[in-house]
């Protein structure tokens, strides 16, 4: 034996040297399994045990919201009523009216039809429908309320067909309305309220979740960060009763929670807490003689999930995926076969029936029992709210939704040890551009929790973003930029894996896991007006100066715009908005963008003009369509439509706040 040490004699002198506590980890090496060992040296190698990062699991939380019990004061408004067939919207309606309000009642139909005065139809999947709908009452609603997703459905029995039916009543006709509401004429628009019932698990026991009403909810989320002035709030009846009166009592308080659940006639909010991790009920169970499925077990997460299955110790995988393994996959099988691993690639589309049946048939004939499912299968097609349809929605939906319902209906009689659904932040926190993949995600969580009430085995992890492989590495310098201005930090796999092997075991069926800097995502909130979710994170983050903030804060950027004339609010709003872009575009301080250069052409993009937009209201309340942030104009011409905006805005408050003046003077001299 010839190598760097020399020969078996030299080797045994230099071990001599050797303190005894290395001596014993060296023959504690000797004993272990040489493949074993083999995948694990291999392993460090690829880093995947190298774990350096330290990252954060979450999980949603729901407290007890405070009543008030003082009747609310109302004032007299129009609502919007998309009315379901159980009779809620039409009390609700009875009650606003014997308040003295007007109630526009909405159902579900196959034609636009105007059945009474106040009474229509409209076509869930038409957006024109909804257009019309508005057009021909254009009147300030104060409330728009979503109740098409209330209703009664037999889960069990469900078929892709009734699953994607009721996609189109309870998401399709939320984006037509906003699409209606955001492209009306309005000056003023309504608070958008999405009801569901059973759609999320409250308390600490998993509750049987309606999970056809839960991707609403990843999309309501969305919907939050890219319209904040429809306010839109997410609220879910339990089975208690008084649905009427509860919702009233919550249309009537003029609270910023905005996302409610009912239960035992109380009022819970939402909060995002940390998650804090049991000792695992039931470690991860992975045997040489079982089999384990991975869908999108092509993609750049799934070839790592083989590689970590094969280290937890499995020899069967079955690897789905529709289009045939790249290069690179190849060679990552080709190692793992190597090391006497089968592996089975199936062209399958999991989101069809019987292509599911076929890949899990093909399974039984050939391999040993099925024990694990990782359903990893996910496409983007990403885009703003305004500019997607809902043939969009589908393409995004049906991987996740269609795939993870044909892989529950098939396998829910074997007896697996884990049915893992790689879902996405997205679905907890929304995020403006992703609402459609927000929505399949929503559906895998709420799957979950229905598998864990009928005993399955299920795990729904809200992942943030991988690093190094899969869809999020491979978006483009603009995307990653606006990550990284958010705080958020790729997870690298190695850490991912080992919270994903923490997280099997766990009694919670979903965990959220991301690494963000709080200080820096709550940022992107004007202060104090972060949405209700995060209330616990803020209470627990240092707030962090940095971005445009650092530099100047809004407070002083809008004294600054008081004192001003004319020409010099439009130097101070030119400089704001290049220090703005030029930070979503990731540009060096040092160097701001061109303010003549077209924004088109600097690069920004339909969705971070909307955050542009968001931003500038948010920061210094001058409030403009979004569509003045696109197109040709550039920052110069912007700074100039802000401004106009700014002084037309501070002239008509003068009158008001002189009257006001005028009116504590009276006071005073009264009082005195
Ligand atoms: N990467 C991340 O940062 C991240 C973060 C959060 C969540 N996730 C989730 O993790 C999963 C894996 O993501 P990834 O980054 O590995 O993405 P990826 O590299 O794009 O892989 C996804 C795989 O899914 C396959 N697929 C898509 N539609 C399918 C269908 N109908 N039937 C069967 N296979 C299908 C794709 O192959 P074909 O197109 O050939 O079918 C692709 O290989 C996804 O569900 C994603 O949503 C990823």
Same mark, same amino acid.
């Given at each position: 034996?010839n190598n760097?040490?020399?020969?078996l004699?030299n080797?045994?002198? +230099?071990l001599?040297?050797l303190s005894?506590?290395?001596l014993?980890?060296?023959e504690l090496l000797?004993?272990q399994?040489? &493949?074993?060992l083999?995948?694990?040296?291999?392993?460090q190698?690829?880093g995947?045990n190298s774990?350096s990062?330290? !990252?954060?699991? %979450?999980k949603?939380?729901?407290?007890?919201?405070?009543?008030?019990d003082r009747?609310?004061?109302?004032?007299e408004?129009s609502?919007? !009523?998309?009315?379901?067939?159980q009779g809620?919207?039409?009390?609700?309606?009875?009650?606003?009216?014997?308040?003295?309000?007007r109630c526009?009642?909405?159902?579900?139909?196959?034609t636009y039809?105007?059945?009474?005065?106040?009474t229509?139809?409209?076509? *869930?999947?038409?957006p024109?429908h909804?257009?019309r709908?508005?057009s021909?009452?254009?009147?300030?609603y104060?409330?728009a309320?979503?109740?098409?997703n209330?209703g009664e459905?037999?889960l069990?029995?469900m078929?892709?067909?009734?699953?994607?039916?009721?996609?189109?009543?309870?998401?399709?006709?939320v984006?037509?309305l906003?699409q209606?509401?955001?492209?009306?004429?309005?000056? /003023?628009l *309504?608070?958008l309220?999405?009801v569901? +019932?059973?759609?999320?698990?409250?308390?600490?026991?998993?509750?049987?979740?309606? =999970?056809?009403s839960?991707?609403?909810?990843g999309l309501?989320?969305?919907?939050?960060l890219?319209?904040p002035?429809?306010?839109?709030?997410?609220?879910d009846?339990?089975?208690?009763g008084?649905?009427?009166?509860?919702?009233w009592?919550?249309l009537?308080l003029?609270s910023?929670?905005?996302?409610?659940?009912? +239960?035992?006639?109380k009022a819970?909010?939402?909060r995002?807490?940390? %998650?804090?991790?049991?000792k695992?009920q039931?470690k991860?169970?992975v &045997?040489?003689n079982?089999s384990?499925?991975i869908?999108?077990?092509?993609?750049?997460?799934?070839i790592?999930?083989a590689q970590?299955?094969?280290?937890?110790?499995?020899?069967?995988?079955?690897?789905v995926?529709?289009?045939?393994?790249s290069?690179?996959?190849q060679s990552?099988?080709?190692?793992l076969?190597a090391?006497?691993?089968?592996?089975?690639?199936?062209?399958?589309?999991?989101?069809?029936?019987?292509q599911?049946?076929?890949v899990?048939?093909? #399974?039984?004939?050939?391999?040993?029992?099925?024990r694990? !499912?990782?359903h990893a299968?996910g496409?983007?097609?990403?885009?703003i709210?305004?500019?997607?349809?809902?043939?969009? =929605?589908?393409?995004?939906?049906?991987?996740?939704?269609?795939?993870a319902w044909n892989?529950?209906k098939l396998t829910?009689?074997l @007896?697996?040890d884990f049915f893992?659904? =790689?879902s996405s932040?997205?679905?907890?926190?929304?995020?403006a551009?992703q609402?459609?993949?927000?929505a399949?995600?929503?559906?895998l969580d709420?799957?979950? %929790?229905?598998?864990?009430s009928?005993?399955?085995?299920s795990?729904?992890v809200?992942w943030g973003?991988w690093?190094?492989?899969?869809m999020a590495a491979?978006?483009g310098?603009?995307?990653?930029?606006?990550?990284?201005?958010l705080?958020i930090?790729?997870?690298?796999?190695a850490a991912g894996?080992?919270?994903?092997?923490?997280s099997?075991? /766990?009694s919670s069926p979903?965990i959220?896991? #991301?690494?963000v800097?709080w200080a820096k995502f709550?940022?992107q909130f004007p202060?104090?007006?972060h949405p209700t979710l995060?209330?616990n994170?803020?209470?627990?983050?240092?707030?962090e100066? /940095?971005?445009s903030?650092?530099? /100047?804060?809004?407070e002083? #950027?809008?004294q600054q715009l008081?004192e001003?004339?004319?020409?010099? +609010?439009?130097?101070?709003?030119?400089?704001?908005?290049?220090n703005?872009v030029?930070?979503y575009?990731?540009?060096d @301080?040092?160097? *701001?963008?061109d @303010?003549?250069q077209?924004l088109?052409?600097?690069?920004?993009?339909?969705l971070?003009?909307?955050?542009?937009r968001?931003?500038?209201?948010?920061?210094l309340q001058?409030?403009?369509p979004?569509?003045k =942030?696109?197109?040709?104009?550039?920052i110069?011409?912007?700074?100039k439509t802000?401004?106009e905006q700014?002084?037309?805005?501070?002239?008509?408050?003068?009158p008001a706040?002189?009257?006001l003046n005028?009116?504590?003077?009276?006071?005073?001299?009264?009082?005195i």
């Amino acid at each position: 034996m010839n190598n760097s040490y020399g020969d078996l004699a030299n080797l045994f002198e +230099r071990l001599a040297q050797l303190s005894p506590e290395k001596l014993q980890l060296l023959e504690l090496l000797i004993k272990q399994d040489r &493949a074993k060992l083999e995948n694990s040296l291999e392993a460090q190698f690829n880093g995947l045990n190298s774990v350096s990062q330290q !990252i954060q699991s %979450y999980k949603l939380n729901w407290c007890p919201l405070s009543v008030s019990d003082r009747e609310p004061n109302w004032s007299e408004g129009s609502w919007l !009523i998309l009315a379901d067939n159980q009779g809620i919207g039409k009390g609700l309606a009875e009650k606003l009216k014997s308040k003295g309000d007007r109630c526009v009642l909405v159902f579900p139909g196959s034609t636009y039809e105007r059945l009474s005065e106040n009474t229509f139809t409209v076509d *869930p999947a038409q957006p024109q429908h909804f257009q019309r709908l508005l057009s021909e009452n254009s009147v300030a609603y104060r409330g728009a309320i979503h109740l098409w997703n209330l209703g009664e459905t037999a889960l069990g029995d469900m078929s892709l067909e009734t699953l994607s039916q009721s996609q189109i009543k309870g998401c399709a006709s939320v984006l037509h309305l906003v699409q209606a509401l955001v492209g009306s004429s309005s000056s /003023q628009l *309504p608070r958008l309220w999405l009801v569901t +019932r059973g759609a999320v698990s409250v308390g600490e026991k998993a509750e049987p979740v309606q =999970f056809p009403s839960a991707p609403v909810w990843g999309l309501g989320r969305t919907i939050a960060l890219e319209h904040p002035e429809l306010q839109c709030t997410c609220l879910d009846l339990g089975a208690d009763g008084q649905e009427i009166e509860f919702l009233w009592q919550q249309l009537s308080l003029s609270s910023r929670e905005s996302q409610i659940a009912q +239960r035992h006639g109380k009022a819970y909010g939402a909060r995002l807490g940390l %998650y804090d991790a049991e000792k695992p009920q039931n470690k991860l169970s992975v &045997a040489e003689n079982s089999s384990y499925l991975i869908t999108g077990g092509l993609g750049g997460l799934g070839i790592k999930l083989a590689q970590w299955l094969v280290q937890q110790g499995a020899r069967n995988l079955v690897l789905v995926g529709r289009s045939s393994a790249s290069t690179s996959a190849q060679s990552a099988i080709a190692q793992l076969e190597a090391k006497g691993v089968k592996v089975i690639v199936l062209q399958a589309d999991i989101s069809n029936l019987d292509q599911t049946n076929t890949v899990l048939d093909q #399974i039984k004939a050939s391999l040993p029992p099925l024990r694990g !499912i990782i359903h990893a299968a996910g496409v983007l097609d990403d885009g703003i709210l305004t500019q997607l349809d809902w043939k969009r =929605f589908e393409r995004v939906m049906s991987v996740k939704m269609g795939g993870a319902w044909n892989l529950h209906k098939l396998t829910q009689g074997l @007896p697996l040890d884990f049915f893992v659904c =790689f879902s996405s932040i997205t679905s907890v926190l929304g995020n403006a551009g992703q609402g459609n993949y927000a929505a399949a995600n929503a559906f895998l969580d709420g799957l979950a %929790y229905y598998r864990r009430s009928l005993g399955l085995p299920s795990l729904t992890v809200n992942w943030g973003p991988w690093g190094e492989v899969g869809m999020a590495a491979s978006m483009g310098n603009r995307e990653q930029t606006r990550l990284s201005s958010l705080g958020i930090r790729p997870i690298v796999p190695a850490a991912g894996m080992s919270i994903l092997a923490d997280s099997i075991g /766990q009694s919670s069926p979903e965990i959220a896991v #991301i690494d963000v800097n709080w200080a820096k995502f709550l940022q992107q909130f004007p202060s104090g007006l972060h949405p209700t979710l995060l209330s616990n994170l803020v209470a627990q983050t240092p707030s962090e100066s /940095q971005g445009s903030n650092a530099i /100047q804060s809004p407070e002083a #950027i809008k004294q600054q715009l008081q004192e001003a004339n004319l020409e010099q +609010r439009q130097q101070i709003l030119a400089r704001y908005l290049q220090n703005l872009v030029g930070q979503y575009l990731g540009y060096d @301080p040092s160097r *701001p963008p061109d @303010p003549y250069q077209s924004l088109n052409e600097l690069g920004l993009d339909s969705l971070t003009s909307i955050q542009l937009r968001n931003k500038v209201k948010a920061e210094l309340q001058i409030d403009l369509p979004v569509a003045k =942030f696109m197109g040709e104009t550039n920052i110069d011409l912007l700074a100039k439509t802000l401004q106009e905006q700014f002084t037309l805005g501070s002239l008509l408050a003068a009158p008001a706040s002189a009257e006001l003046n005028a009116e504590e003077e009276e006071m005073e001299e009264i009082t005195i």
